[in-house]
């Protein structure tokens, strides 16, 4: 081992420099807390972060090395993100709720060096009748054996130190190892799968640069105070909340509504941050309750998915007379892009879904096929594995421009949308026509009302070779070989012919929508 020193910080500041400037300032505020009441303040957060770089670099870690992520959103998880980027590494944030086949995938795009990974998860992997039970309820990946990585795992289960690494280890490392890494605006910082992706796994590479204009844009748009304290359970927003120097507040155990409302009451939440679907139970506790959200809450951001109208309405009865809706349009390549008051939205009568006016610093071009097309700043690289720099984004969504708002029209890309997930039927259709006795399927969105969200239906056209029934398709899609995304799961699983339509026979998703919802 090389003998520890002293760490040499970012030479450009940068995430890094922000956090630590907030350290300095504010040492003894807490950066993240978890509800059940573990917490770490700022000037904890730094030092703990550079003695894991320590314990990184002590083990063999290089500047460029790629560290995955598979552990709960938390002060741990904050911990490996800060100590990689000391290390002179790149965090790899991947979905926790994905498939076999698509873990596998990404796992070949990103070709991580290190990963963290829950106890619980190495565990649950090792036993695939507990898996499958578990990821009917939790989104946990369907692990294959992973080669090639330098696994450290974490948790409370010690006989796993006996093939990992322990994270414990790297957190009681006395001193951080000396480190040369520098970073500037074009350094890769960080890697974001997309929620949903085509059969090409997209990894977004965002830099040091790209994420200090990220902080830059949402800071002018949420204006947090030194009180604040941020709720999410997303793990791109607890980097940003930590960034700009708020408390971040974090949902350890299962968000039952009403563990969400005691949540928010007792640890005085100022500002949310989630998307629709997330906070439709909530919702619905306090009608039953015939309660307000708590009357600290000041602002709601609504984002990673569209904000209906239905929604908004429903948000509203619940929210205190002071608090303040903003919804947020944007994807993982530049977010955000547009924003637009609640209630505005809600008073305007356009035809389509008002997504806002671009934010400072974004310019937007609309194609002739209506597709929007925006830069700025804050937007992505490239990514992962094409190395062809970005001069600006297809977004995929048809709109029209009002003025200088943005009225979304459509989406160009066969994609549903569900929550705050992008579903690529694409990705997933190839597995499910795979398992013994489909013919052919296909995933549809069908708008339902009384969630004001898309649900997933699997449409599926069975050969006769072999007696399949919804439970059986359903079985396979949670666990093992056919298994798919935990958040691309069907809500419904139908049986019929399967309508085609021109000279290649193909199927006809239109057709089978205008079933589905007339039989809705």
Avoid at 108 to 130: G, M, N, R
Wanted: hydrophobic share 40%; charged share 20%.
């Amino acid at each position: 081992m090389r003998k520890a020193s002293s760490i040499h910080p970012p030479k450009s500041g940068g995430v890094l420099g922000l956090i630590e400037e907030t350290a300095k300032q504010f040492p003894d505020r807490v950066a993240v807390k978890h509800t059940s009441g573990k917490h770490i303040t700022y000037s904890e957060l730094i030092s703990t972060a550079r003695r894991v770089s320590g314990g990184l670099l002590d083990r063999g870690f290089k500047a460029g090395d790629k560290a995955l992520l598979l552990s709960r959103p938390g002060v741990d998880a904050t911990i490996w993100v800060l100590g990689v980027m000391y290390a002179g590494g790149v965090s790899v944030i991947a979905d926790p709720g994905m498939g076999k086949t698509v873990f596998e995938e990404r796992l070949k795009a990103a070709q991580p060096d290190w990963a963290l990974i829950d106890d619980e998860i190495i565990l649950l992997s090792a036993v695939p009748p507990l898996m499958a039970l578990a990821r009917r309820k939790f989104d946990i990946p369907d692990m294959p054996k992973i080669h090639g990585i330098k696994v450290v795992h974490h948790g409370n289960h010690p006989l796993l130190g006996l093939k990992y690494a322990d994270f414990k280890d790297f957190i009681k490392q006395k001193q951080p190892a000396h480190i040369t890494a520098r970073h500037d605006a074009n350094t890769d910082a960080i890697i974001v799968f997309t929620s949903g992706t085509t059969s090409k796994p997209k990894g977004v590479v965002h830099t040091f640069g790209s994420l200090m204009a990220t902080l830059s844009i949402i800071g002018g748009i949420i204006k947090p105070g030194k009180d604040d304290v941020f709720y999410t359970n997303q793990p791109y927003f607890l980097l940003i909340g930590i960034g700009l120097g708020t408390t971040v507040l974090i949902e350890t155990k299962s968000p039952k509504p009403e563990r969400v409302f005691d949540s928010l009451r007792t640890q005085s939440v100022t500002i949310m941050f989630g998307p629709p679907g997330e906070l439709l139970p909530l919702i619905e506790y306090c009608k039953q309750r015939r309660a307000l959200l708590p009357p600290a809450v000041a602002n709601i951001y609504l984002g990673s998915a569209p904000v209906y109208i239905g929604f908004l309405r429903k948000l509203e009865s619940v929210l205190p007379s002071s608090a303040k809706v903003t919804c947020i349009y944007g994807m993982t390549e530049i977010l955000p892009i547009a924003t637009v008051d609640g209630h505005q939205k809600l008073a305007a009568s356009v035809e389509g879904d008002l997504v806002g006016q671009p934010v400072r610093g974004v310019k937007t071009t609309v194609l002739p096929d209506g597709e929007l097309v925006v830069k700025g700043s804050h937007m992505c690289k490239n990514y992962l594995g094409d190395n062809s720099v970005f001069n600006e984004i297809h977004t995929g969504d048809k709109v029209r421009l009002a003025g200088k708002n943005i009225i979304m029209i459509g989406r160009k890309k066969d994609m549903i949308i569900r929550g705050d997930y992008n579903i690529y039927p694409a990705l997933y259709e190839p597995i499910i026509e795979s398992i013994p006795g489909v013919r052919a399927c296909a995933l549809v969105g069908v708008y339902d009302q009384m969630k004001d969200d898309e649900k997933v239906v699997l449409a599926v056209e069975q050969d006769g070779s072999s007696s399949i029934s919804e439970v059986s398709v359903a079985k396979n899609l949670q666990s093992g070989t056919y298994s798919i995304d935990t958040h691309a799961l069907p809500d419904e699983i139908v049986f019929m012919q399967l309508p085609r339509s021109g000279r290649q026979f193909k199927i006809n998703k239109a057709a089978i929508g205008r079933i589905l919802q007339r039989n809705a």
